[in-house]
């Protein structure tokens, strides 16, 4: 594993100075791991410019747009696993895309998206 995705759950966590997700995290940076973002997700949880722990979390991440590509790739996804949450399915199509670990508080609906997209994915709970 060379990089890793983080949902709305290990966002969250940052936020609210969780000490297990941000040690995880400077761990992750200081093996060079690539720490990824996809930029719907930041939309599920920035709600204030005053969220500084998130702010803080996002420095050391790449937050990847959400493109035309990955739309189209996440209406497949959510087609064939019969879902209907978009920044899910965007998650795991990024994931796919980099071969990337994901760290979440639902690993429910990611192991299905993936499931159903016939890859498995390695899911990291928060």
Avoid at 5 to 18: K, M, T
Avoid at 41 to 68: I, K, T, W
Wanted: glycine residues 6%; charged residues 25%; contains cysteine.
């Amino acid at each position: 594993m060379t990089s890793v995705v983080y949902d709305a759950g290990a966002l969250v966590a940052a936020e609210r100075n969780d000490r297990r997700m941000w040690a995880e995290h400077r761990v992750r940076l200081e093996l060079g791991l690539s720490v990824v973002v996809p930029a719907p997700v930041v939309a599920q949880v920035s709600r204030s410019p005053r969220q500084v722990q998130l702010r803080r979390l996002l420095a050391g991440c790449e937050v990847v747009e959400f493109d035309e590509a990955g739309a189209h790739n996440a209406g497949r996804l959510l087609a064939s696993s019969k879902t209907n949450d978009v920044v899910d399915a965007a998650l795991v199509d990024l994931a796919i895309r980099r071969g990337a670990d994901v760290v979440t508080g639902d690993t429910h609906d990611l192991s299905r998206i993936a499931s159903a997209a016939g890859v498995r994915l390695r899911i990291l709970e928060i």
